[in-house]
């Protein structure tokens, strides 16, 4: 007896909530195609960011982050999903194929379900609360599952060198007036892509005394400082153990495992990818902090906000129907 596929509305649901995954600069770099229970995840390099992420990894991490979403957003539904990553070898950009099947849901899936509507990118200050070594080591354990390693940063000497070398590829990125181009066109933007400006704090700007979170122009978004105290933040770094493409889309599910995890545990995650968008400074954080033993994919700044904090409003997203390719 063949298996009942989900009707076009369920998939649609699914694809929804697997499109509010985390994407570099949101720029969603992703389609889908549907055939009955068989959905195919594609990367759309046509947005790329040609001079920030030469060589596609943030894409193909934002690739992983969206199979991720899609994984967990069928399991809240009640579907099964069986998936085979870069299934074509001579198409890079087939990320990955999706069979679903019926299945029973679970308390756990139904609250990483929760997890994924209530996620958001939150660029604010953080408090002085520390995040305990064990939450920081859980976390890793729920990231390394999906085929990459997610290791806690400790010790201030190999913290100070992520911010020194994050200082490092942001100046050598600003030297560069087709970045500082592509940056400005992917932020402050009012449509259903990009880093809107009411997402960004006033303080962010290159003249912020933290070196971790300089990227994007101040923005409109207000961030008074609560705390007194310095932040207590965590650190988590996504690495692999090979290069290819599909270690890349496999640090991108670790990426989203973690992210909705610790939402679930009501902190905040900030994706810091600079230090690794430069070839200098990603080769130092490889054999400085890794001992040359993997490939840094993008790191991983964890912590809590302060609870006068409202939350923010979801970033915008593109339609299914515009991300879905027809046949």
Do not use: K
């Not at 509010?20 to 549907?34: E, K």
């Not at 994007?216 to 650190?235: I, Q, R, Y």
């Not at 033993?293 to 302060?306: C, D, E, N, S, T």
């Amino acid at each position: 007896m063949n298996p009942v596929p989900p009707t076009p509305d369920e998939v649609d649901e699914i694809l929804e909530l697997a499109c509010r995954a985390p994407s570099v600069h949101n720029t969603q770099p992703w389609s889908w195609r549907v055939a009955g229970g068989l959905v195919e995840l594609y990367a759309d390099f046509r947005r790329q960011l040609v001079y920030a992420d030469p060589t596609r990894r943030d894409l193909m991490l934002s690739c992983g982050a969206a199979l991720h979403h899609f994984q967990v957003a069928a399991a809240g539904r009640g579907w099964a999903t069986r998936v085979r990553r870069l299934p074509d070898p001579g198409d890079e950009r087939h990320v990955a194929t999706v069979l679903l099947r019926r299945a029973r849901s679970s308390s756990d899936s139904a609250e990483l379900l929760r997890a994924i509507v209530e996620r958001r990118t939150d660029r604010r200050r953080l408090s002085s609360w520390p995040v305990p070594a064990e939450r920081l080591n859980s976390l890793s354990s729920t990231g390394s599952v999906w085929g990459a390693q997610v290791l806690p940063v400790s010790g201030e000497a190999a913290r100070e060198r992520l911010h020194r070398l994050t200082e490092r590829a942001d100046a050598v990125q600003r030297g560069n007036q087709r970045y500082v181009a592509e940056l400005a066109a992917w932020t402050g933007t009012s449509g259903a892509q990009g880093v809107p400006v009411t997402h960004v704090p006033t303080r962010v700007g290159a003249d912020t005394a933290d070196p971790l979170n300089r990227r994007f122009p101040g923005g409109a978004l207000a961030d008074p400082e609560v705390d007194p105290g310095d932040a207590e933040d965590g650190m988590l770094l996504v690495c692999t153990s090979s290069d290819d493409p599909i270690s890349r889309v496999r640090a991108g599910e670790a990426l989203s495992a973690v992210w909705l995890q610790a939402t679930r545990e009501n902190l905040s995650v900030l994706p810091l990818s600079q230090a690794v968008e430069v070839d200098e400074t990603r080769r130092e954080l490889q054999v400085d902090v890794l001992g040359d033993l993997a490939f840094p994919q993008i790191l991983l700044r964890v912590g809590w906000l302060p609870t006068t904090r409202s939350s923010l409003d979801p970033t915008p997203r593109r339609p299914v129907d515009e991300v879905r390719i027809r046949s």
